[in-house]
């Protein structure tokens, strides 16, 4: 069974089928798909049932699992952060979106530093890494506050809406990561 975690002011629990109407709603406004490598605009009816269905066998298979991000002051839905796993490599790839009208209060920093952590000490991961679109610079920044270090950009590596985007990398492996705690 996914578990669940609890940060300072967020819940980090496995995805429920309740979650649909705000996952659609929240991923599918303009700004926030704009941002992702694999959000759809408009998000599609029964999209947000798949991803979770999909969460579901994925986390079974050993693949990797997605959260809900809940703020438990109000138990709302924020946003979702998740990780698919490479086994035999022993590394997963960060994926997160939150939101817009809770964008800027640190939200996202706080679990993916939760998120670094399982990774790392449940799951026994050696790296950690994540990709974002060059033009959003606050995905970055949660990378760098969590003490990811940039290690390169790709140019014009994927076409969104058309046009084609920069996406930058950051990675951290066991041994930064055990480092930066000290």
């Not at 086994?87 to 679990?111: C, F, I, Q, V």
């Not at 990774?119 to 610079?137: D, H, Q, S, T, V």
Request: charged share 20%; aromatic share 12%; glycine share 8%.
């Amino acid at each position: 069974m996914q578990p669940t975690f609890v940060t300072e002011r967020l819940m980090l629990r496995p995805l429920q089928l309740a979650d649909a109407p705000f996952i659609q709603k929240l991923a599918g406004e303009k700004d926030v798909a704009s941002t992702t490598l694999s959000i759809p605009h408009p998000y599609p009816d029964g999209a947000a049932e798949s991803f979770i269905a999909a969460n579901h066998e994925r986390y079974s298979k050993n693949l990797g699992s997605t959260f809900a991000l809940i703020l438990k002051e109000t138990n709302e839905l924020l946003g979702c952060a998740g990780m698919h796993i490479v086994s035999d490599y022993n590394r997963a790839e960060l994926g997160y979106w939150l939101g817009k009208p809770y964008w800027r209060h640190g939200y996202m920093t706080e679990a993916v530093q939760r998120m670094m952590e399982y990774g790392f000490n449940e799951l026994k991961l050696n790296r950690i890494w994540a990709a974002a679109l060059a033009r959003n610079p606050a995905s970055s920044a949660v990378m760098q506050k969590n003490g990811m270090k940039y290690e390169g950009k790709l140019v014009q590596h994927i076409k969104k809406w058309g046009e084609y985007e920069d996406l930058v990398y950051y990675g951290i492996t066991l041994s930064e990561y055990e480092t930066a705690l000290r």
